[in-house]
């Protein structure tokens, strides 16, 4: 129902800034739950953010709580992850997925749709 491509990834130094974009195809898109995940070599696929479809509701890992913020714009189809005051281990594949409302957030099995990733490199 809406294919996803992420965009904005990059390498930066620890401390600073980078802002990724998922834009979606469908006109539908305003109906989705959007989640953002990342997934470093070797490891597990993790939860990193969520936001409702109406943008009213956003959901945080731990370990990004206070220094990443999601939000969407639905008449640009386009949600972003403003990640703030980067740290190494904030390096990974991020990836975006959207399905319909479900009260499950942070399983990347409750998902239905997935963008292809962008490399995030935080450098000590």
């Known amino acids: 129902q809406v294919q996803l491509v992420e965009s904005g990834g990059g390498l930066v130094q620890a401390g600073g800034s980078l802002r990724l974009s998922c834009a979606a195809s469908g006109r539908t898109f305003s109906i989705y739950d959007v989640a953002w995940f990342r997934q470093a070599p070797g490891k597990e696929r993790n939860f990193v953010a969520r936001i409702s479809q109406n943008g009213g509701r956003a959901n945080y890992a731990d370990s990004v709580q206070g220094r990443f913020t999601i939000s969407r714009d639905n008449a640009k189809n386009t949600v972003y992850l403003q990640m703030n005051s980067l740290k190494p281990e904030d390096t990974a594949v991020y990836y975006c997925?959207?399905?319909?409302?479900?009260?499950?957030?942070?399983?990347?099995?409750?998902?239905?749709?997935w963008g292809q990733g962008t490399q995030v490199t935080v450098s000590s």
């Open positions: 997925a959207a399905d319909r409302w479900s009260p499950v957030i942070t399983d990347p099995a409750r998902y239905a749709y």
